[in-house]
């Protein structure tokens, strides 16, 4: 496409990530066309199909979060420090977002549910950021003795409010950068491939 | 009530309990006339009326996840196996029972979420012993530094993927006792209110 057409492009995705929160629903070229007045001919020219369009939506709801974790890892922080950072302005990115608007981030979390495989490699991205993270910190001595993909698997949950925009729904008020400030410093001084003693094989033994 | 009344509310609430997973939404009196043929003014002396029936309900599914909590909170382990066994054997009951039947798990959420004050008594005796758990930990040399309604709030949201049953019905394959341990290890041994730098004051720093 040409400087023009990619313009237009642009700002026709624009309108539709308007649209669809405003109706609640994923937006179809035939309903922007009725929308813009523009032929549906000529928007075909641009976006193959409903599909195209909904991708150009997909990016436009990724493009601030793929920003943040490009600028994260260019960084030269410590371990510790980068992978704070590479949670916490996502989260607050997404908190801003969901406060500004919260019936309409909701329309996203559904729609990405519904089309799960369009949000896919954003998520396989963000994994392998991660994981380049991990082996950082691990070269820096922390996470002893977890497998790359186990470390991966129990940071993810222990981060889960901060990661999963779905809890902003509903637990928003108690999340706050300094709760999540101590959880990495927990992670990152607790967690090892190191049994401790929590999961025992013995069973409960009664009070006497 | 008599023990023959209670015999017959026991019952009645367990199948109340079946017709609200089989049709999906909560049953009324007026339901369990129709589907028993018992009179509804009968029914009516049972109880007192829908909310009555939906408290039944409610007790049902909370009744096991009380069991287990009182067990835990009864026995003489030390604190790291003891929250540990307060998670882990909810989330095993939670975990069966979402296996067993993930559509009807699912309409109990949803349940849940519409009448959330009728949940409210179980979540507010959930966190008063975990604050108990605390305290024995705390007494232990654990969660230093933390005030104890902060130090709930991070364990409730490092293991919210134990927790907060709606985690289950997306990310049940990835969820295990084994990492649940961990977790609970890298609590113990890394929670606490000293800062370790993973939040700074200063912002990133590009790599050069």
């Known amino acids: 496409m040409n400087g023009t057409v990619e313009d237009e492009r642009q700002r026709l995705v624009k309108l539709t990530f308007e649209l669809t929160k405003r109706y609640g629903r994923s937006i179809s070229v035939s309903d922007l066309a009725a929308e813009t007045r523009i032929a549906r001919t000529r928007l075909l020219e641009i976006f193959e199909d409903d599909n195209a369009l909904f991708d ?21 922080l410590p371990s510790r420090r980068k992978l704070y950072e590479f949670v916490a302005r996502r989260y607050v990115q997404q908190r801003d977002q969901f406060r500004a608007d919260p019936t309409g981030f909701r329309v996203f979390l559904e729609l990405g549910e519904q089309h799960f495989e369009r949000a896919r490699s954003y998520i396989d991205l963000a994994d392998h950021y991660m994981c380049e993270l991990i082996a950082q910190a691990q070269a820096d001595g922390y996470f002893e003795g977890l497998e790359l993909n186990d ?8 981060l889960n409010c901060y990661i999963q925009p779905i809890n902003l729904t509903y637990m928003d008020a108690r999340l706050n950068e300094e709760k999540l400030g101590r959880i990495v410093d927990a992670m990152f001084d607790g967690l090892s491939g190191e049994d401790r003693g929590a999961k025992s094989v013995s069973g409960l033994r009664a009070a006497t």
Chains 1, 2 share one sequence.
């Open 56 to 76: 150009g939506i997909v990016e436009e709801w990724f493009a601030p979060k793929l920003a943040i974790m490009d600028e994260v890892m260019a960084s030269d």
């Open 151 to 158: 470390a991966l698997s129990l940071i993810n949950q222990m």
